[in-house]
């Protein structure tokens, strides 16, 4: 049997350049180890998860053309962060005053963000995905994760458009709007940004899987049914490593506004963490094998700003030098995956 291929996708705004940076060099090699110029990460993945910046990416990766083939490629979806980055991350004086920069209102205008979606992902919905897929979002209204499933969108009262999807998972608190969407059947939903609880979706990515007939998706018995660890092939990537210290004196008296962006930075950071170390253990418990299958790449922040809405021209530069520096460092590792990723194709 081949094994079930997944790839997790971290959130982090602007930060995206990192991930999406790292995934262009696995296409772009995919490519040339199979002499097909038009092999996508699309194609070589079975299953992707992404929460915020992290789903808006999956989106991208499945997004079919008219003719039901990946409508973009890998570099395609980077350039949209490194060419539009400074617009949707622009803030007037006007806002900026008005919002006291974040604290009492969101701090950014929603309608770059939303005018770009518009424009890559059309009207095209998420049951359209050319893979199964799970994007993380927090419904506020009724206080519980609420996770878009391109399989269980094939029922109109649970798909939506991928515009609006992409803008439920990314839409961070005080960084943008709360999102109000419609399911294609027309039940209105009140979204936020799934990195409240999942920054990292690798375990909701695993949980999902485990309840998906694979071989009945692909008309392939070459993948196995509602896979186990073992038949998992596990890619996780991050949007960086973000570790500013908090000083006790800094925080020893701190009150509700000084507390509200270090909880987030804090929140988003631990969980990505605490993801991780629970998937090392899951797999540490799987023959020597198998427990090289799930694989973690988190790239260093060097050059790059770590705050997730720099959009400032030398920062996206900055950004995408980091993420060539990624590459460099787990060159090794990354080309061991191409390898494993196109065993199980």
């Not at 018995?221 to 210290?245: H, R």
């Not at 899951?282 to 973690?296: A, G, H, P, V």
């Not at 030098?321 to 080309?335: F, N, R």
Request: hydrophobic share 35%; glycine share 6%.
């Amino acid at each position: 049997m081949k094994k079930i291929r997944i790839l997790s996708l971290d959130g982090g705004g602007i930060r995206g350049i990192l991930s999406g940076t790292i995934l262009t060099y696995i296409e772009e090699q995919l490519q040339k180890k199979t002499n097909n110029p038009n092999a996508s990460i699309g194609q070589y993945f079975d299953f992707i998860a992404g929460t915020s910046t992290g789903g808006i990416l999956s989106m991208i990766y499945l997004c079919p053309n008219e003719e039901g083939e990946n409508k973009f490629r890998a570099r395609e979806a980077l350039s949209i962060y490194l060419d539009q980055g400074s617009d949707i991350f622009e803030v007037s004086l006007g806002q900026k005053i008005g919002s006291f920069n974040g604290i009492f209102d969101e701090k950014y205008s929603e309608k770059e963000l939303e005018e770009s979606l518009q424009v890559y992902f059309q009207e095209t919905r998420l049951s359209e995905a050319l893979k199964p897929c799970l994007i993380t979002s927090y419904d506020i209204r009724n206080r519980k994760a609420f996770f878009f499933t391109s399989l269980e969108a094939k029922s109109e009262i649970r798909d939506f458009y991928m515009k609006d999807v992409a803008r439920a998972t990314s839409a961070a608190p005080t960084y943008f709007e709360a999102s109000r969407i419609k399911s294609i059947y027309g039940t209105p939903h009140f979204l936020i940004d799934g990195g409240v609880f999942a920054n990292n979706p690798s375990l909701c990515a695993y949980a999902e899987a485990r309840t998906i007939k694979f071989s009945e998706v692909f008309k392939n018995k070459e993948k196995p049914d509602t896979p186990s660890a073992k038949e998992m092939l596990l890619i996780s990537i991050g949007t960086g490593s973000v570790k500013q210290p908090y000083h006790y004196e800094d925080f020893k008296d701190a009150g509700v506004l000084k507390w509200i962006k270090p909880l987030i930075d804090i929140m988003m950071s631990g969980n990505s963490e605490t993801v991780d170390y629970q998937l090392k253990k899951i797999y540490e418990t799987l023959s020597r094998k198998n427990c090289e299958d799930y694989y973690r790449i988190q790239p260093k922040l060097i050059h790059a700003d770590s705050a997730m809405d720099n959009g400032k021209p030398e920062n996206l530069k900055a950004l995408y030098e980091d993420g060539l520096l990624a590459v460099a460092e787990h060159k090794e590792e990354l080309d061991i995956i191409i390898d494993k990723l196109i065993e199980n194709h």
